[in-house]
């Protein structure tokens, strides 16, 4: 029981990280993305950006199966079939091949564009043949895994999977080249890095050596920062690489003798049986199928997470996106645009009629009373504001320059109003 429960955490704990890391560069990665004929009219970043992207795809198809381990897991009388196993044999080999092809050509890449072995056209020319290279390679590799799938089978209790080794040529072949893949690509992989490594090292020396030759002082020259966080960059990625693949690269050439450890590592559904009296062997194979579901579910953090270019990347995208969703919330449509200038107009016009009437004259008043210049004194005393506001008014009104819609005529009071409502409408 504790067995199954310490599987199940781990299987699921592994698929969450991976699944979520994943899914989430290949959004970022596509929503950022550039329109290009093809890759090979790519430059650097964006091949790099594309192998991320397709290798955080073949890394999702690599944690799935840890679904069905679960399920396995949780059933323990649940039985199985033959078509079950060669599906979880062949979905397994194929994502962890393409996914340390991915690497090893990733790797390649970066070390022929940082060391520059060849001249321009010529390293252009490689690293256009090398996706080319590694699709012929992975599909060598698929073939030979599509030769070893009819040789899985079910146990004899069909509570698990196994894998016959024939004698015959074509299988030892198979066999031969399905273990020999995964070592020789590991190999590129950490090849590739040390060479990076190496050639980093050997430039600063070499700059160094000149500089100390000129001046005469050893202490003038000092690391650059950058070639110290580049240089722990790549030895971490190799070292998690080489770490997570070594064993299971390594235990494909395992003598059977000591036990069926390629069979339980590669092909089991149920690694660890319920009962803890078992060997050593299958807690080995378990770790060690494990850690490349590790490096799977790792891959997105140092090729992504930690790559400073395409982080600033997906974050100025993403800045772009909110900006772009912002302005098209608070613009204005043509409608409200309208609506609020008509809304405008007329508040200023009934504004105008009010301060006819706040006088205590009317329009009739306003535009009689400046032409009636007869009349007792009280009432031309009484009525000499009214005449003076009367006459403002009707020349608002009468001037064609100065309407009621114009600005200039309106009141100081009728434009805070406007610029009020205009402010909520």
């Known amino acids: ?67 069905i381990r679960v399920a396995y897991v949780i059933l323990p009388t649940a039985t199985v079939d033959a078509t079950t196993c060669r599906f979880v044999f062949g979905l397994e080999h194929f994502a962890k091949l393409s996914s340390l092809t991915c690497l090893a050509s990733i790797s390649f890449e970066r070390y022929i564009t940082i060391r520059k072995p060849f001249n321009n056209k010529m390293r252009k020319h490689v690293i256009h043949m090398t996706p080319m290279v590694a699709m012929f390679v992975l599909s060598v590799l698929l073939t030979a895994m599509g030769l070893r799938i009819p040789h899985v089978d079910k146990t004899d209790d069909e509570m698990n999977c196994m894998q016959t080794f024939g004698d015959d040529a074509l299988s030892r072949s198979t066999e031969s080249v399905l273990s020999g893949a995964f070592l020789t690509l590991l190999l590129v992989i950490s090849a590739s890095y040390f060479q990076i490594i190496r050639h980093v090292r050997r430039k600063f020396w070499q700059r160094k050596a000149r500089v100390c030759a000129n001046l005469r002082n050893n202490t003038l020259v000092t690391e650059p920062r950058y070639m110290r966080e580049m240089t722990s960059a790549i030895m971490r990625v190799a070292l998690f690489h080489v770490v997570c693949w070594l064993p299971y690269s390594f235990l494909q050439f395992f003598p059977k003798s000591y036990g069926d ?165």
């Open 261 to 425: 450890v390629v069979n339980s590592m590669t092909t089991s559904i149920r690694q660890l049986p319920t009962d803890t009296s078992d060997t050593l062997f299958q807690w080995i194979a378990f770790a060690a199928n494990w850690l490349t579901c590790a490096n799977a579910a790792g891959d997105w953090i140092f090729y992504a997470v930690m790559n400073r270019e395409l982080r600033s990347l997906i974050r100025a995208t993403t800045e772009r996106r909110k900006r772009s969703t912002m302005s098209q919330q608070s613009s204005p449509s043509n409608l409200h645009q309208s609506l609020r200038r008509q809304v405008t107009q007329s508040i200023r016009f009934f504004h105008s009629i009010n301060s006819y009437r706040s006088a205590g004259c009317s329009i009739d008043e306003s535009v009689t009373l400046p032409g009636s210049g007869t009349g007792n004194g009280g009432m031309q005393n009484g009525s000499s504001g009214c005449n003076e506001h009367s006459t403002l008014a009707g020349r608002s009104l009468s001037s064609p320059k100065s309407s009621v819609f114009s600005s200039e005529a309106t009141p100081r009071t009728s434009l805070l109003t406007a610029d009020s409502v205009e402010r909520f409408v």
């Open 1 to 67: 029981m504790v067995v199954s429960l310490f599987t199940v955490v781990v299987y699921i704990l592994t698929f969450l990280i991976g699944f979520g890391g994943n899914l989430w560069v290949i959004c970022s990665v596509l929503r950022s993305r550039k329109p290009r004929n093809s890759l090979s009219h790519m430059n650097t970043s964006d091949r790099l950006r594309s192998y991320i992207s397709f290798l955080a795809g073949l890394d999702l198809t690599v944690v799935f199966p840890l679904l």
